[in-house]
């Protein structure tokens, strides 16, 4: 049985999958320990972790809805405004059998455990990049860059049935996604997730901030 090394300094490799999603020119133009974390690929069964912890959360009426009900497929959206000043992690695990990465976010809440968060990224699809967040459904994704971030904005949602991708309609989206890393300097970055409807404006934004546990 393999086992997964949890350490602050595992076996890491050069990758170039994100690089070549957004052009060099792009990519050189990020600051460089943004350009490290994500131009890394991790040696087989090791994670790299983040800690941090949640620094500011907004939802309105639809978007706690849409936050609950999404905890029928794995719970992928946070749901709870009580994460806010509290712990969080992020780990990140190469997969194995696939071309691809695991990744996993705990947010720690004021009572009761914390809410987990997996999604599987894999670098397949028309856009380049696809990420899966359980029961069949996931998202294909447009990366882009900054002045000092990566972004990653949904281009559409679909449901995998056996090797049939189909796409959602657009009354079954839950909205417009957009994760942002932005690098902050001394080895901090800002992880900011928002989800925004065209019929209920700003569903969920969380801001959340991460330290490089090697530095």
């Known amino acids: 049985m393999e086992h997964t090394t949890l350490c602050s300094h595992p076996q890491v490799h050069p990758d170039h999958r994100f690089r070549s999603l ?12 943004v350009r490290a974390r994500f131009g890394k690929r991790l040696s087989g ?20 809805l849409l936050a609950q009900i999404a905890r029928l497929v794995g719970g992928p959206l946070p749901y709870d405004m009580s994460s806010v000043n509290q712990p969080a992690v992020v780990s990140v695990t190469e997969d194995q059998a696939g071309s ?29 990049i696809e990420e899966y967040v359980g029961a069949g459904i996931g998202m294909a994704l447009r990366v ?37 890393h932005q690098g902050l300097g001394d080895g901090r970055f800002l992880f900011s997730l928002s989800l925004q409807s065209k019929l209920f404006g700003e569903l969920i934004h969380q801001d959340a901030i991460f330290s490089d546990m090697e530095d």
């Not at 957004?22 to 320990?33: D, F, I, M």
């Not at 900054?146 to 056996?162: A, I, K, N, T, V």
């Not at 959602?168 to 942002?180: E, K």
Request: aromatic fraction near 12%; proline fraction near 5%.
């Open 22 to 33: 957004v052009g060099k020119q792009s990519w050189n133009a990020l600051p460089c320990k």
């Open 45 to 64: 069964g090791e994670s790299i972790v983040y800690q941090g912890k949640v620094v500011s959360m907004r939802m309105n009426l639809a978007g706690r």
């Open 100 to 128: 691809g990465q695991f990744w996993i976010r705990q947010y720690g809440r004021a009572s009761g455990f914390p809410q987990v968060i997996h999604s599987s990224k894999r670098f397949a699809g028309p856009t380049g």
């Open 144 to 180: 882009r860059t900054g002045q000092d971030r990566l972004c990653f904005e949904s281009d559409h949602y679909f449901l995998q049935l056996g090797t049939r991708k189909l796409r959602l309609p657009a009354w079954l989206r839950p909205g417009a996604l957009t994760i942002t």
